[in-house]
């Protein structure tokens, strides 16, 4: 057969063709795009911080309030999550599914705890618009039951348009042994605070190397970061030195702090010259909580004040050196030439935290556990307060200092006391008035809006084929060039909080007299207040009785825009109701639980639960080294956990009750020599104690053999409300116990597993364990 020539042509060299990757080509934001950094701080009022004429020095947001602008009027929800779902999407807190604390989710279609498919968030919108997006510190818009390694990871920042992540998720943290997480993955700190480890340093420390390492790679995309520290939430953590540099200053009391600031607050232009404090405790009696009680302070004797003011100092310095930290950032973004083009949002959450009752704490979990704080004991603690040694808390009365001068603060959404926060913005290239203030009625709502008008976008109608809600805020840009009392561009916005609300339009104010999670019920028998707070800011006087067709109209308002938002029904049911609502999750609780070494801790909220009841830990071990030591099972900190360990050849077992020294210690008599062990013990409860305590009768166990026994007394609450997850061969964070030192792995010696048996009966204090995951946020 003869072959035939081939005479088609064919093109090997692709060289000088042109490749067309159509649809796929990456997104570029636009030449000149500004880059995007938002410092939400938590738990702080109006009258803090020193650009706003508090006591508090900050010297990086008076750097960016010299450059920028202060305002006055912004407000937010009075609860950390759903705010922060806010600053997440730009809608109003029900239509994201965040009522309140994603703790208290339930079935209603604005209190379920998961962002909606109908709400895209801005870190979604920017990244696909070609920013770099990341997100460091407290994130705590995750339902409780996915904050696990095996769980889902569906609520989680990268999921949600965030390239990189570090920081924790959760209502709070230990800041000097935080629970972190990088990227999708919890992971430990780097270095502890012996070697000057805090959360706020370590926090801006990866935001450096984020946005250094965008720049070696990718030098012309912008970014967008939203930073969020630890502070001002409790625990208040601080280097001493930071601490002392306010001895003394508050030692003249809240009061009188009150009287001191508000003249400062007028002279800075935030506040108009005629406006009046309201009383510190200024509810009617039947109305009001104890628990939210301020105590006057010459009500207070000598030790108390000193120990109140302490506590004040604690958190002036935890504020000031997170100030510091962010300080680092300014100056890189200054020095590489790109603080020029950054718009920086710099503020807080909700006003400043009431809980920590009207005599504060050293340790906040006795707090969470029902369990009273005592003088004698506080005050042990006075020189170390603000270290590794305590888990502090200020009493209500700062809280309404630094709310001054408005009434109440956090969780009450009625009055600005709860909502109005400190909020600065800066943008050299953008905004040309520097240092001054800007008193337009603002709200968290509007920091989206303003994001995507000063990046040239919109949000999109439809994001990946869902039909999205409108923005219920609008963009404060047109501020930048405003005249300072020029009229605002905000129509209206509604607020509703655990059973509180509010309504305010166009310079007005109605509020209901309502205290958070009553389980009164009866909203139509609320009294409404109403406040003309254009001219009365501190919302001292009542004008309901003579205006009573514009309160009238403001309720009526209030309602139209609870229908459209998602926020109804209304439901103040009490804490116990609420957080004992059934939800999905996707593990039923069980009795047993298995255990292995190498798992990264598990959250309380999803790990052996041995409140209340009566417990086993089993370890089945082997030993092969005569020095074998280290731990076996660890759960908690310091302030509250237990733990299973090996030292100087013995099996210890400590329960460690709300850090009340001494801790609760059982040693076994026999030397634990090379060989396979089952080691363990039972706690069998007999009774509640006066407080809500479980009391009743531990017992250690080397193999079969009755080691140790003795009287033991176990929390009602939870360790912790986050971070210290269980763990086995090793304790995370902080250590257990003083008899060892994080992360005391396990060494000498195998563990097979842990397993561990809870009672099914189980014997809780409702009331006091759901008011304690309230105070979380």
Known sequence: MTKKPFNGVIKLDVRDSKPDWGPFTLPRAPEGSPNVLIVLYDDTGLAAWSPFGGGINMPTLQKLADNGLMYSQWHTTALCSPTRSTFLTGRNHHLNGCSCITEGAQGFPGWSGRLPAECATIGQVLQDAGWSTYWLGKNH?????????????????????????????????????????????????????????????????????????????NPSKPWFMWLCPGANHAPHHAPEEYIDKYKGKFDEGYEAYREWVLPRMIAKGLLPKDTKLTPINPLPADVANPGDAVRPWDSLNAEEKKLFARMMEVYAGFSEYTDAQVGRLIDYLEQSGQLENTIVFYCSDNGASGEGSPSGSVNENKFFNGYPDELSENLKYLKVLGSTDTYGHYPTGWAAATSTPFQMFKRYSEYAGGTCCPMVISWPKGIKAKGEVRNQYHHSTDIVPTILDVCGLEMPKTYRGIEQYPLSGVSMRYSFSAEPDGKTTKKRQYYAMLGTRGMWEDGWKAAALHVPLTGKGHFDKDEWEL???????????????????????????????????????????????????ERPTEEPPRERYIYYTGTSPVPEGVAANV??????????????????????????????????????????YVYNFLGIKPEQAFVSESELKPGKYTLGMEFIRDKAGKHGESLGKTTLYVNEKIEAQGDMRTQPGK????????????????????DYKTPGEFKGGSILFVGVTVEKGQYLDLEKLAAAAFAVD
């Open 719 to 738: 360790f912790t409300l986050s971070g210290d997850g269980l763990c086995v061969g090793r304790d995370s964070g902080d250590a257990v116990s003083e």
């Open 141 to 217: 818009n995750v339902p409780e039951q996915d904050i696990a390694s095996g769980a889902s990871r569906s609520e989680w920042p990268l999921q949600k348009g965030f390239d990189r992540y570090y920081g924790f998720i959760g209502g709070e943290t230990n800041q000097w042994y935080p629970d972190l997480i990088e990227d999708n993955k919890f992971i430990d700190q780097p270095y502890g605070p012996e070697d000057g480890y805090h959360l706020s340093k370590d926090l801006v420390d990866h935001a450096l190397h984020m946005i250094r390492d965008q720049k070696a790679s």
């Open 611 to 652: 409140r209340g009841r009566s417990y086993k830990i089993v370890a089945d071990v082997e030993i092969v080294d005569k020095d074998c030591s280290g731990v076996i099972f660890a759960h908690g900190s310091r302030f509250g956990g237990h733990a299973l360990f090996v030292k100087d050849s013995k099996l210890h």
């Open 531 to 581: 406040y003309h707070v254009d001219a009365d800011r501190s919302e001292s006087t009542n004008l309901a009785k003579k205006h009573p067709e514009k309160l009238k109209a403001l309720i009526e308002t209030w309602f139209d825009e609870a229908e459209k938002n998602k926020v109804l029904p209304l439901d103040d049911r009490s804490a116990t109701e609420l957080l004992n609502v």
